[in-house]
């Protein structure tokens, strides 16, 4: 079953804003469909949210 953006708030408290939770979901599905593994595919969604944060990414009033 593909994870959708309501998902991103179980697996991560770095998924802020809607714009993050919907990429943590592409990421995640895309790794998904790519592997068949759903630990990895959270994994790398993780992975992909935690950089996107660090970078101040998908955060109101945050350069791009």
């Known amino acids: 079953m593909p994870w959708t ?3 991103a708030e179980r697996h991560t408290h770095k998924a802020t804003t809607s714009e993050l939770k919907e990429l943590w ?3 995640a599905n ?3 469909a790519r592997t068949g593994d759903e630990g990895r595919a959270i994994r790398e969604a993780n992975a992909v949210i935690a950089r996107q944060a660090e970078d101040g ?3 109101p009033g945050k350069a791009r």
């Open 5 to 7: 953006s309501n998902d």
């Open 25 to 27: 979901a592409k990421v």
């Open 30 to 32: 895309e790794s998904l």
């Open 57 to 59: 990414r998908g955060e």
